[in-house]
């Protein structure tokens, strides 16, 4: 049996944890702003000296309450999401001061017009395409009415400086969270499928930010004196897949414990809180903070864009990093977005990489996991024998 360094457990209960420190943090007098999106610049309110929080709903819990104004037929996070702001039953929505959209869906951008009436809540319009001046002009623009939005509702003052060290301060995060995923370059991986998962996930949940990047280097170090003790968690003869798509937090267990224990190694995450969000730094030298957030977040490859060709470019590169043998594409219901552009992962992945390719449709119930199971099976069994023959 391999043994989880002590101080992974940190990262287990972080989000758990958190809710208790949120509070405290309330009552210091400290802002909170809550956020869904990676293309939302947390940077802005960091240098507001604000905790920045996600808050998209992962429980199916409170999507009934939600269906009460919201139609069922409609993305579980967005549902959950409303459903635990208007139940408080997330404390991070209840102790946020503000709340920050974004225009990538038309499930959220009307969803944010009900939590308008619940909470402060500043909706960013996200361009739904990622080339042109005019686009990067609108982009740059927002980025400098979410400051003023940021300073009007906290009753702050930001300057450039105090932008320039949050975009430090997130960098090495950043810096520190790509160090962790990589271990699973190695081969076999250094790292479980849910290994990776949950640091990566309750990072965002840990609001020493001295703290979170002290205990990620200790982290690393361990899990890789771990691995240089021939403690690998993985077998090298299991599969190894990419997860990209929606995001899964609210089905993680469901995805990956389901994955890994019918036979494959989870590799590497495509995905909103993961690779997506991190691969790319704020450029530190732009003279210009607002140009060096524009690039950065401009140019995240998430569905919601038209001409979506940097996924296509990050999976490519992911797939060679990692010694990808296969992609599982996950959709989560109703995202119509990312259902769509499957077809052409599909091709991509198939027809330009030559490997197995999977696609699922899923929500935030555990009711298709044994129908999960045994696709999965099914997919891995396939991709062995793709294997053996080449």
Request: aromatic share 8%; charged share 30%; with cysteine.
């Amino acid at each position: 049996m391999i043994n989880l360094p002590s101080n992974f457990d940190s990262f287990n209960e972080a989000r758990r944890n958190g809710f208790i420190k949120a509070k405290e943090l309330k009552e210091s007098g400290k802002k909170l702003v809550g956020v869904f999106c990676t293309y939302t610049p947390v940077e802005i309110p960091m240098a507001a000296g604000a905790v920045v929080v996600g808050v998209c709903g992962v429980s199916e819990e409170a999507i009934p309450d939600a269906e009460k104004v919201l139609p069922r037929n409609l993305c579980p996070l967005i549902k959950s999401s409303y459903g635990h702001a208007i139940t408080d039953t997330c404390p991070y929505f209840y102790f946020s001061d503000l709340l920050i959209g974004e225009t990538t869906c038309d499930g959220k951008k009307k969803m944010y017009e009900e939590l308008g009436k619940v909470k402060p809540t500043h909706v960013m319009h996200l361009p739904n395409m990622q080339r042109g001046e005019y686009t990067y002009k609108l982009w740059k623009e927002e980025m400098k009415i979410l400051k003023e939005e940021t300073e009007k509702t906290l009753g702050i003052t930001i300057s450039e400086d105090d932008i320039r060290a949050a975009i430090k301060d997130k960098n090495e995060e950043r810096i520190l969270l790509k160090e962790y995923y990589e271990l699973a370059k190695l081969q076999p991986s250094a790292l479980t499928g849910m290994e990776i998962h949950q640091v990566l996930y309750q990072s965002g949940f840990k609001f020493d930010r001295d703290e979170l990047k002290a205990d990620l280097r200790k982290l690393i170090d361990s899990m890789k004196e771990r691995y240089e003790k021939g403690e690998s968690p993985v077998d090298s003869s299991k599969p190894r897949i990419l997860i990209t798509g929606s995001p899964i937090a609210g089905i993680s267990e469901k995805i990956i414990n389901t994955i890994e224990d019918s036979g494959a190694s989870i590799v590497a995450y495509e995905l909103c809180g993961a690779i997506r969000n991190n691969d790319l730094l704020v450029n530190e030298e732009t003279e210009d903070v607002y140009d060096a957030l524009t690039e950065k977040y401009l140019n995240i490859g998430c569905s919601c864009m038209m001409h979506n060709d940097n996924r296509i470019e990050m999976i490519d590169r992911i797939i060679d990093e990692y010694k990808v043998d296969g992609v599982v594409d996950v959709t989560l219901q109703a995202c119509h977005t990312f259902n769509v552009e499957s077809f052409r992962i599909k091709e991509f992945v198939t027809t330009k990489k030559d490997i197995p390719y999977m696609a699922i449709e899923t929500d935030y119930s555990k009711s298709d996991t044994e129908q999960l199971r045994t696709r999965f099976e099914a997919f891995i069994e396939m991709i062995e024998e793709d294997v053996c023959v080449k």
